[in-house]
């Protein structure tokens, strides 16, 4: 029925959206640690169920070897077959960088367009759950900064199922990073979710004072800052990204011109971050419509602490997004 909703978390949603696509195409494959059923469904549960209804074949636990599961994978990509792979953990994609960045970000052009590399690496990172430094990193600027890479990064269930699906039907490889802290909360999503194009960002709320640009749970924080701007007055335009690579300029140039004034906000190190790109953007193309200096929010430059407190004072924090908005206005 058309405008039929139901709750469900980012886990579930990445869930149906490989469910769905697996049902639809049998090139569709599963494979990393811990995958199959028998070993759980995956470390936090996304893709339990599927090894029981597709097969072993389709679903496959692999060793615990990040360059096996991608050479595999990009393997498979070539020969037809349209994995979904899992690298458990963001960090540890670097055990596996070479494969991704030197073989599937590459082959497309060392062919000359002959081959394709039909593949989605899937992997979970974020601070805040006391992970430690080798497992918490957001990593998104070092994909995004290599051709070849397209760099997902969903904030909600409704965008991951539906940005999960467009990236098992993109012919090129797709990184679909998911933040822990985000897994496990709730939303109503539409039954139907129809997927959702790559490098097309959503203007979650109109505003006219400022513009904040996020995504993954740091947007959530800016919807609560948004919030808390409102009690003082300020109207502010709120752009979840979801896509990195390519990231939507033109959406966020409109906004930025109409509001003049900007915040990015992300989890990553804010050195040479998204954020560094994309205010360096605003400022080359629109900065004559600019009534301030483009702010950027980050984390400090140091790997993520395992106490609790320190955790909390290196994620970006409501009030930092608060008190960023209310420093561009005083631009006039």
């Known amino acids: 029925m058309s405008g039929e909703t139901k709750k469900i978390n ?3 949603a990445v869930n149906e959206a490989i469910a769905e696509a697996m049902a639809a195409d049998d090139r569709v494959l599963v494979l990393g640690e811990d995958v199959a059923d028998r070993e759980g469904g995956g470390v936090v549960g996304v893709t339990r169920g599927l090894s029981t209804r597709f097969g072993d074949e389709r679903v496959r636990s692999t060793p615990i070897s990040e360059q096996a599961i991608m050479g595999a994978a990009i393997g498979a990509a070539m020969s037809g077959f349209k994995p979904v792979a899992e690298i458990m953990l963001m960090n540890f994609t670097t055990v596996a960088m070479d ?10 052009f060392m062919s000359g367009g002959q081959t394709s590399v039909p593949l989605v690496v899937r992997m979970m990172t974020g601070a805040g759950i006391a992970s430690g430094g080798q497992h918490s990193d957001f990593l998104e600027a070092w994909f995004a900064h290599t051709p070849g890479l397209k760099v997902v990064i969903p904030s909600n269930p409704e965008d991951a199922k539906g940005l999960m699906l467009s990236c098992i039907a993109d012919p090129d490889p797709c990184i679909f990073v998911e933040c822990s802290r985000a897994y496990f909360t709730p939303a109503e999503v539409p039954v139907d979710i129809k997927p959702i194009p790559l490098g097309v960002a959503k203007v979650v709320q109109e505003g006219t004072d400022v513009t904040i640009i996020s995504y993954s749970e740091i947007f959530a924080r800016a919807q609560q800052a948004a919030k808390e701007l409102k009690k003082d007055g300020v109207s502010v335009e709120l752009i979840d990204l979801r896509t ?12 930025v011109t109409k509001t003049g004034r900007a915040v990015v906000a992300h989890e990553a190190v ?36 395992f ?13 930092d ?8 206005l005083e631009f006039n």
């Open 321 to 328: 997004i608060v008190a960023a908005a209310r420093k561009t």
């Open 99 to 108: 494969m991704i960045v030197n073989h599937a970000a590459k082959l497309r």
């Open 270 to 305: 804010k050195a040479f971050g998204v954020g560094a790109e994309i205010a360096a953007t605003i400022q080359e193309e629109i900065f004559s419509a600019l009534k301030g200096p483009v702010i950027r929010l980050g984390a400090p430059f140091s790997p993520v602490p």
């Open 10 to 12: 980012i886990i579930q």
């Open 244 to 255: 990195i690579s390519p990231w939507d300029r033109e959406t966020v140039l409109a906004s």
């Open 307 to 319: 106490s609790s407190v320190l955790e909390q004072a290196f994620l970006v924090q409501v009030p």
